[in-house]
């Protein structure tokens, strides 16, 4: 009769069964035939003896551990010898032959099913585990140079549960008691290996498969198997462990060591947990094993991971809060709004009042051309004299630099000093070349000069001009256009090169114009040109005039009563042009000239009248505030 | 590199700096390179203009992506921006329709912010001596009087001589004395903020 040894706990089973009846393991896939009786007990020096004759086949002698047993105790070489002793005393029960016949049953049978079909599997499956950790890849390697490694675990997993259960049940020689042999005493202890105990039953699964393997592969036929293993007597095997070994004494070890020792009452090899309830391993190398981690590729296959969503699970109750929180959040940050005024204040109806005081008589004025303030005459205005006298004085034909540089919103101060002056300019013939410094002076001077040479009753014919648009840089344009005003300016908005043809072909500095005429409402503006233009244009004396407003006249009249003068002549606000007008014979002024006059008399009027009335107001109101 | 780069532009601005203004002192010697170092800086204004023009639309693209309040006035700047670009590309600087968004939308607006301005200013002229009832404001209220009945002949009373040379005293010494002053104090303040550049004591321009 022949029992099967269960691969997951070791104990023997009919062979009737598939199933172990202890953990309920598979038993036909990968389970292990028990030796009957009368073959006598299994023993785990079996293997190990196919193995060490396979390791010594592979050149792996064991006197290579002659230094190990040279550090085995003496206690451990007197054991070994009774052994010796005891088993060459008594008679041989077996044959070496039933003994060769026997390892076969036992390294054959289990081997068939699993670990017959894929024995490259397991050992790419050891060599990565040795690998990993940190040994070599090497397939050759693998075959070859651990093999004294593997055959450690092999004998520490046969030595280990199959004896422990046979010992329990069988009355086998529990392995702490059955003497080894000086090479298996060796293996041991240069194995990194765990022994006897401390592997566990797929370990001793696997490794046993990589043995009968290497059992296969080698011939079997002329395997040697040590004297010894034909001298054990399964049958007299309870009766030495009933036997009282030779007296050993203990060893005198020191405190630190006794210390390291493990505790005696711990078995190293009493089973942790109970794995009778835990899972069988379907599939992988694993397979039919019990309480390991499942080793299926889907276990460790990469996948997306799930996507959760990020939405927040919130209740009624907690959504209602939060959304009371934003509203009082947000009316926070509203502002208050102010109270809400009527249209119709005093205020606002002092702001009309004064509005309508002003522009319903100019409005008036303009329509009916009233010319009942006397104009201002030339000479009751600065300036006007000598500008009319300079710009008599330009040769006809001659080129003239004129600057436009005031803002679109002071056309009805200067429009009419500058459209006498341009109407002059066209008469004369001459050359107008116009400037600016600022983004909007180009279209301002063009569209200055399309109506006033429409004046001459030929609309558009006037064509003896340039624009040469804008000078950028502020003062140091000027500073260029007075250096070099070719350089600065040298094409015109046409994309013409003026500066090669007639007249401005004679111009190489600003001093060939024949005069500079700057119109502009900035006192700043006309200061950077009387002061970066006006000393280069000293030495060949050409003049220098302004037309100007009144709000930049002050600051520009200086230069022109200076001795000597900076500027020659200049027209500023509406009465320079009246006046300036009048020297030249044009006394048409449609209204303008009252139009100002009665807005400044309403002005007067306005303030005085409302400071007047304010203050009479609040002479009372503070009186009462004194008597409270 | 963060040591050098300042070093080598404080060395490129007092070396252009001091050749313009060698330039004035010996025009015929350093005129040409003063010539040049102007021209550079005239069309790096050129640039800096139009990199204004670019932050502008820029400011309020962000503004209109933004929304709020002053969205719309963004949004009516870009609109306007972009139609003033193309019509001028189209037509030219001077051209017909230059001419027509100039006479039609710049100069009345410009017109009518001046005309709003003279409204506002006799508004608060009149209410000034309630909200300051000081010594200083009525001072500043005869001055500014005194200045209007001067500048015009009234139109019932005719030309007051007198106001007249009184407007015309205080338009120039006590208002050019003033302006004056500022001037003086501004050229005093350019100069040594000149020479301070030319020794590499002030960099506006970095480092």
Same mark, same amino acid.
């Given at each position: 009769?022949?029992?099967?040894?269960?691969? #997951?706990?070791?104990?023997?089973?009919?062979?009737?069964?598939?199933?172990?009846?202890?953990?309920?393991?598979?038993?036909?896939? @990968?389970?292990?035939?028990?030796?009957?009786?009368?073959?006598?007990?299994?023993?785990?020096?079996? /293997?190990?003896?196919?193995?060490?004759?396979?390791?010594?086949?592979? !050149?792996?002698?064991?006197?290579?551990?002659?230094?190990?047993?040279?550090?085995?105790?003496?206690?451990?070489?007197?054991?070994?010898?009774?052994?010796?002793?005891?088993?060459?005393? &008594?008679?041989?029960?077996?044959?070496?032959?039933?003994?060769?016949?026997?390892?076969?049953?036992?390294?054959?049978?289990?081997?068939?099913?699993?670990?017959?079909?894929?024995?490259?599997?397991?050992?790419?499956?050891?060599?990565?585990?040795?690998?990993?950790?940190?040994?070599?890849?090497?397939?050759?390697?693998?075959?070859?140079?651990?093999?004294?490694?593997?055959?450690?675990?092999?004998?520490?997993?046969?030595?280990?549960?199959?004896?422990?259960?046979?010992?329990?049940?069988?009355?086998?020689?529990?392995?702490?008691?059955?003497?080894?042999?000086?090479?298996?005493?060796?293996?041991?202890?240069?194995?990194?290996?765990?022994?006897?105990?401390?592997?566990?039953?797929?370990?001793?699964?696997?490794?046993?498969?990589?043995?009968?393997?290497? /059992?296969?592969?080698?011939?079997?036929?002329?395997?040697?198997?040590?004297?010894?293993?034909?001298?054990?007597?399964?049958?007299?095997?309870?009766?030495?462990?009933?036997?009282?070994?030779?007296?050993?004494?203990?060893?005198?070890?020191?405190?630190? #060591?006794?210390?390291?020792?493990?505790?005696?009452?711990?078995?190293?090899?009493?089973?942790?947990?109970?794995?009778?309830?835990?899972?069988?391993?379907?599939?992988?190398?694993?397979?039919?094993?019990?309480?390991?981690?499942?080793?299926?590729?889907?276990?460790?296959?990469?996948?997306?991971?799930?996507?959760?969503?990020?939405?927040?699970?919130?209740?009624?109750?907690?959504?209602?809060?939060?959304?009371?929180?934003?509203?009082?959040?947000?009316?926070?940050?509203?502002?208050?709004?102010?109270?809400?005024?009527?249209?119709?204040?005093?205020?606002?109806?002092?702001?009309?009042?004064?509005?309508?005081?002003?522009?319903?008589?100019?409005?008036?004025?303009?329509?009916?051309?009233?010319?009942?303030?006397?104009?201002?005459?030339?000479?009751?205005?600065? !300036?006007?004299?000598?500008?009319?006298?300079?710009?008599?004085?330009?040769?006809?034909?001659?080129?003239?630099?004129?600057?436009?540089?005031?803002?679109?919103?002071?056309?009805?101060?200067?429009?009419?000093?500058?459209?006498?002056?341009?109407?002059?300019?066209?008469?004369?013939?001459?050359?107008?070349?116009?400037?600016?410094?600022?983004?909007?002076?180009?279209?301002?001077?063009?569209?200055?000069?399309?109506?006033?040479?429409?004046?001459?009753?030929?609309?558009?014919?006037?064509?003896?001009?340039?624009?040469?648009?804008?000078?950028?840089?502020?003062?140091?344009?000027?500073?260029?256009?007075?250096?070099?005003?070719?350089?600065?300016?040298?094409?015109?908005?046409?994309?013409?090169?003026?500066?090669?043809?007639?007249?401005?072909?004679?111009?190489?500095?600003?001093?060939?114009?024949?005069?500079?005429?700057?119109?502009?409402?900035?006192?700043?503006?006309?200061?950077?040109?009387?002061?970066?233009?006006?000393?280069?244009?000293?030495?060949?004396?050409?003049?220098? #005039?302004?037309?100007?407003?009144?709000?930049?006249?002050?600051?520009?009249?200086?230069?022109?009563?200076?001795?000597?003068?900076?500027?020659?002549?200049?027209?500023? @606000?509406?009465?320079?042009?009246?006046?300036?007008?009048?020297?030249?014979?044009?006394?048409?002024?449609?209204?303008?000239?009252?139009?100002?006059?009665?807005?400044?008399?309403?002005?007067?009027?306005?303030?005085?009248?409302?400071?007047?009335?304010?203050?009479?107001?609040?002479?009372?109101?503070?009186?009462?505030?004194?008597?409270? | 590199?963060?040591?050098?780069?300042?070093?080598?532009?404080?060395?490129?601005?007092?070396?252009?700096?001091?050749?313009?203004?060698?330039?004035?002192?010996?025009?015929?010697?350093?005129?040409?390179?003063?010539?040049?170092?102007?021209?550079?800086?005239?069309?790096?204004?050129?640039?800096?203009?139009?990199?204004?023009?670019?932050?502008?639309?820029?400011?309020?693209?962000? &503004?209109?992506?933004?929304?709020?309040?002053?969205?719309?006035?963004?949004?009516?700047?870009? /609109?306007?921006?972009?139609?003033?670009?193309?019509?001028?590309?189209?037509?030219?600087?001077?051209?017909?329709?230059?001419?027509?968004?100039?006479? @039609?939308?710049?100069?009345?607006?410009?017109?009518?912010?001046?005309?709003?301005?003279?409204?506002?200013?006799?508004?608060?002229?009149?209410?000034?001596?309630?909200?300051?009832?000081?010594?200083?404001?009525?001072?500043?209220?005869?001055?500014?009087?005194?200045?209007?009945?001067?500048?015009?002949?009234?139109?019932?009373?005719?030309?007051?001589?007198?106001?007249?040379?009184?407007?015309?005293?205080?338009?120039?010494?006590?208002?050019?004395?003033?302006?004056?002053?500022?001037?003086?104090?501004?050229?005093?303040?350019?100069?040594?903020?000149?020479?301070?550049?030319?020794?590499?004591?002030?960099?506006?321009?970095?480092?």
């Amino acid at each position: 009769m022949t029992d099967i040894i269960c691969p #997951l706990c070791g104990k023997p089973n009919p062979p009737e069964l598939d199933e172990c009846k202890y953990c309920q393991a598979p038993l036909n896939a @990968s389970g292990f035939l028990a030796p009957s009786d009368q073959e006598g007990q299994e023993n785990p020096f079996i /293997v190990s003896s196919g193995d060490s004759d396979q390791s010594e086949s592979q !050149g792996l002698k064991p006197e290579s551990t002659s230094p190990l047993e040279q550090a085995i105790p003496d206690w451990l070489k007197n054991t070994e010898a009774n052994f010796l002793e005891g088993t060459e005393a &008594k008679p041989e029960s077996q044959a070496p032959d039933d003994i060769a016949e026997q390892i076969d049953s036992l390294l054959s049978q289990p081997s068939t099913p699993d670990n017959g079909v894929q024995p490259d599997i397991d050992d790419d499956w050891l060599a990565s585990l040795l690998a990993e950790a940190g040994g070599e890849s090497s397939p050759l390697s693998l075959q070859e140079e651990p093999l004294d490694e593997k055959e450690v675990p092999v004998n520490a997993d046969l030595t280990g549960p199959s004896v422990e259960e046979s010992n329990g049940d069988e009355g086998v020689l529990p392995p702490a008691q059955i003497e080894k042999p000086d090479w298996l005493t060796g293996l041991e202890a240069s194995s990194k290996i765990k022994v006897e105990g401390e592997i566990t039953p797929s370990e001793a699964f696997v490794i046993g498969a990589g043995v009968a393997d290497t /059992v296969e592969s080698a011939d079997t036929g002329s395997m040697d198997i040590p004297d010894w293993i034909g001298k054990i007597e399964p049958e007299e095997t309870p009766s030495d462990q009933e036997e009282p070994g030779p007296q050993i004494a203990p060893a005198e070890l020191p405190g630190w #060591l006794e210390a390291l020792r493990p505790d005696d009452s711990v078995s190293a090899t009493e089973p942790v947990e109970d794995l009778s309830a835990a899972d069988v391993v379907t599939a992988g190398p694993l397979v039919g094993l019990r309480g390991v981690i499942n080793a299926h590729p889907s276990a460790i296959r990469a996948r997306k991971p799930p996507t959760y969503s990020i939405k927040l699970r919130v209740t009624d109750e907690q959504r209602a809060r939060v959304e009371m929180m934003v509203a009082l959040l947000a009316d926070e940050q509203k502002p208050k709004p102010l109270p809400s005024q009527p249209v119709l204040t005093s205020r606002n109806i002092f702001r009309l009042v004064i509005a309508a005081a002003l522009i319903l008589p100019i409005a008036w004025m303009i329509i009916t051309g009233s010319q009942q303030v006397p104009a201002p005459q030339p000479g009751e205005v600065p !300036g006007v004299v000598d500008f009319t006298q300079q710009v008599q004085a330009i040769p006809a034909g001659s080129p003239v630099l004129l600057a436009f540089d005031y803002e679109a919103g002071f056309s009805g101060e200067m429009n009419l000093a500058i459209s006498t002056l341009i109407n002059q300019l066209t008469i004369k013939n001459n050359f107008m070349t116009l400037v600016t410094t600022i983004p909007s002076g180009p279209a301002l001077a063009e569209s200055l000069i399309s109506p006033s040479t429409s004046l001459e009753g030929n609309p558009g014919s006037y064509s003896y001009y340039t624009n040469l648009g804008y000078i950028p840089g502020g003062t140091l344009g000027l500073v260029g256009l007075a250096l070099s005003p070719k350089s600065v300016l040298p094409y015109s908005l046409d994309g013409v090169n003026v500066w090669q043809s007639a007249p401005l072909d004679t111009v190489a500095t600003i001093n060939d114009f024949s005069a500079i005429i700057v119109l502009t409402n900035d006192p700043d503006t006309a200061r950077s040109w009387v002061e970066q233009v006006g000393p280069v244009l000293k030495e060949d004396g050409t003049p220098l #005039l302004i037309v100007t407003s009144s709000q930049a006249e002050p600051l520009i009249r200086p230069y022109y009563e200076a001795n000597p003068s900076q500027v020659q002549g200049m027209v500023s @606000s509406l009465a320079g042009g009246l006046a300036y007008g009048r020297s030249v014979g044009n006394i048409q002024q449609n209204g303008e000239w009252d139009a100002f006059s009665i807005a400044i008399t309403a002005s007067v009027l306005i303030i005085l009248i409302g400071s007047i009335s304010r203050a009479v107001m609040k002479l009372p109101m503070s009186g009462k505030k004194k008597e409270s | 590199m963060k040591k050098i780069l300042p070093t080598s532009n404080a060395i490129i601005a007092v070396i252009s700096g001091l050749l313009v203004l060698l330039g004035y002192f010996f025009p015929g010697v350093f005129g040409n390179i003063q010539s040049i170092l102007i021209g550079w800086s005239i069309i790096l204004a050129a640039f800096a203009l139009l990199l204004g023009i670019f932050n502008l639309a820029f400011v309020h693209w962000k &503004k209109t992506k933004a929304g709020g309040a002053g969205g719309i006035n963004s949004i009516v700047l870009l /609109v306007s921006l972009g139609i003033t670009i193309i019509l001028v590309s189209l037509s030219g600087p001077t051209g017909a329709l230059s001419l027509w968004i100039f006479n @039609s939308f710049q100069v009345p607006v410009e017109i009518s912010l001046l005309a709003v301005l003279a409204v506002v200013l006799v508004y608060a002229a009149a209410r000034l001596l309630t909200r300051r009832p000081k010594w200083y404001t009525v001072l500043f209220l005869v001055t500014v009087l005194i200045v209007l009945l001067g500048s015009v002949p009234l139109f019932f009373l005719g030309e007051v001589a007198p106001l007249v040379a009184l407007r015309g005293w205080l338009a120039q010494v006590p208002a050019v004395a003033g302006a004056r002053g500022l001037l003086l104090g501004v050229a005093l303040g350019t100069v040594a903020t000149g020479i301070r550049i030319l020794m590499g004591v002030d960099r506006p321009y970095g480092g």
